[in-house]
């Protein structure tokens, strides 16, 4: 009788876990990416991006996401011809626990 009990807590534990609304997964989303590539050591200090918006849909194990990003380097360049400020698409595959990038574009 304790291992059904014990059993069905745990079962009752693992499924009552709250699934995030969508402003949620989107406001995670954004960071998640955010994060991602201002922490690249490629273009760490030199370029700063800023995630203006993603739309995304939700697979099993991961999301697919399409963001619209500003990349910019900064103000301190040598040479203000090589100054850079654009908007662009990057796609990347997000695992559903926000830890893991996976960018395709």
Excluded: W
Aim: hydrophobic share 40%.
């Amino acid at each position: 009788m304790k291992k059904i009990v014990i059993a069905s807590l745990l079962f009752l534990a693992i499924a009552c876990k709250k699934k995030l609304s969508r402003e949620e997964v989107q406001s995670h989303l954004t960071e998640t990416m955010s994060e991602y590539l201002n922490n690249e050591p490629k273009t760490k200090g030199i370029i700063d991006f800023e995630v203006k918006s993603v739309a995304f849909f939700e697979e099993n194990d991961f999301y697919l996401c399409e963001f619209k990003v500003r990349m910019r380097n900064h103000s301190t360049s040598v040479n203000e011809q090589q100054k850079i400020d654009t908007t662009g698409v990057m796609k990347a595959k997000i695992d559903k626990n926000f830890i893991s990038v996976n960018r395709i574009y």
